[in-house]
């Protein structure tokens, strides 16, 4: 196993590491080490870096990554959740199982945070029980709550503020995702364990 | 207080700085001037330090009332119609699709993370003007000057415009003749282009894999080619992560003249380094 490091454009570059706990640890170390990088971006087995003036030397660090411990030092979250999604039913239908084992299932497994993006404090949360693994819906809808917990394909999520979104609604939070005056603004970074737990 | 009155916003008018950059890892955009060379010296000509705030106007500009005399610069798209009697009333944009008004003191509205300016995508930043807004101006800190009204052409938009790129991170993922075809045609922007993206129509770019490519981090100038073949030019707006595959990146230095490319406008790529 090593690190691919890709052009990304002549002021960055993109890390291509095992997988998403190596991105993570990647991602920590550059931040630490390397503070005149302008934006240090984890993506699923990726992290991306881009700089101001000087290409800085890269591939010491994310090798360094990769002798890192398994898991990286995230924290726990707990988000607490209304079950009262609009799909709801169509996830019990597509899956085969009751309203109550969506639910059940959703709450027992401890996701994990790949990375962020689509809106500020949106993080894509991995590890979920795969037999909630719905396809998004053909045709997103125009506007979803701020506040809402969705799911799609392998991941789990809460839109942080009223969007246009494709995943299948399952519920709703109170736990604010993204504060601009917040010290952090997300709740959620890369790396964090996250369990929905029902309100 | 020292203010402007929006008594038309124009076609799409918003305040920017430099943006938000720093931040991609909490899925906050870079948003910020599109035409960065020409906001820089906006504020060079009022006296502002840099970085401050001024307003960028989209193809068609604002009519603005000032309460007192103030100095400003009109930098970017130029236009043939400026009147300054009572307002400020900025015509149709020519030359480019982005003008930059900037206001001795700078645009003084409360900021996000650090900067003032309005992210389209997100809703991070002050709203687009509207019809009756009120904006305070900044304090100035500089000497004393003259209130005039300055038309100054920065770098000239070429008829055809040719951006330069780097192939890459996902150029492996196209056939050698979709990266022919990037470089040789001469794509034409879509008329639904904005802050987030310009849309470019031309051949279909054909993938060499079809697998899925798992969300990577994306920057500014990035042109990503989702499945429909038609590639995308990312602008400031941008999301900060996502599953399609770019398969080439415009240099930072010609990132200012992707920002004043116009609908239907032709624009061609050559790979540079």
Not at chain 1, 34 to 56: I, N, Q
Not at chain 2, 169 to 195: G, Q, Y
Not at chain 2, 256 to 266: F, I, N, S, V
Request: net charge negative; with cysteine; hydrophobic share 40%.
């Amino acid at each position: 196993m090593n690190v691919t490091v890709r052009p990304a454009g002549d002021r960055g570059a993109l890390l291509e590491l095992p997988d998403n706990a190596a991105a993570v640890r990647a991602a920590g170390l550059l931040r630490e080490e390397r503070p005149e990088l302008v934006d240090v971006v984890v993506g699923h087995t990726t992290v991306l870096v881009t700089w101001g003036a000087e290409a800085p030397d890269l591939g010491a660090i994310a090798e360094r990554a990769l002798a890192g411990d398994a898991e990286p030092a995230g924290r726990s979250i707990e988000i607490p959740v209304t079950y009262d999604g609009l799909d709801l039913a169509e996830v019990a239908r597509l899956t085969g199982l009751s309203q109550e084992e969506v639910v059940t299932r959703h709450t027992s497994a401890e996701h994990v945070a790949a990375f962020l993006g689509f809106q500020p404090g949106f993080a894509y949360l991995t590890g979920g029980d795969e037999r909630l693994h719905v396809p998004r819906r053909d045709v997103p809808r125009t506007q979803v709550p701020g506040g809402t917990v969705a799911i799609a394909g392998p991941y789990s999520g809460v839109y942080p503020r009223d969007s246009p979104g494709g995943w299948r609604l399952l519920g709703s939070t109170t736990a604010v995702m993204f504060d601009p005056a917040g010290e952090p603004p997300a709740l959620i970074a890369p790396g964090d364990r996250v369990r929905f737990v029902a309100a | 207080m020292t203010q402007i009155e929006v008594v038309r916003p124009g076609l799409l008018t918003t305040v920017q700085d430099r943006g938000r950059p720093g931040l991609a890892h909490l899925g906050v955009p870079p948003s910020g001037a599109a035409d960065a060379t020409a906001y820089d010296l906006g504020n060079r000509l009022v006296g502002n330090p840099p970085g401050a705030a001024a307003l960028e106007a989209t193809m068609a500009g604002p009519v603005l009332r000032f309460d007192v005399p103030t100095t400003i610069a009109l930098t970017g798209a130029t236009t043939a119609e400026v009147r300054t009697v009572e307002v400020l009333e900025v015509g149709r944009c020519v030359g480019g699709v982005r003008m930059y008004i900037c206001v001795r003191g700078g645009i003084d509205v409360e900021p996000t993370l650090g900067s003032r300016s309005t992210d389209l995508l997100t809703g991070l930043g002050p709203r687009p003007l509207q019809t009756g807004d009120v904006l305070r101006i900044g304090v100035d800190t500089g000497p004393e000057r003259a209130a005039h009204v300055g038309t100054v052409p920065t770098r000239v938009v070429p008829d055809e415009p040719v951006l330069r790129v780097r192939l890459g991170p996902r150029d492996e993922w196209f056939t050698a003749a979709a990266i022919d075809a990037l470089c040789s045609e001469r794509w034409s922007v879509s008329s639904s282009s904005n802050r987030v993206g310009i849309r470019l129509e031309g051949p279909s770019l054909e993938r060499a894999r079809h697998d899925e490519l798992l969300s990577e981090g994306l920057v500014t100038g990035a042109i990503q080619v989702p499945a429909s073949g038609q590639p995308i030019l990312l602008m400031h707006d941008h999301p900060t992560t996502g599953g399609y595959p770019v398969i080439a990146i415009v240099r930072s230095d010609d990132l200012w003249l992707a920002g004043q490319l116009a609908p239907r406008q032709r624009v061609r790529f050559v790979i540079d380094g």
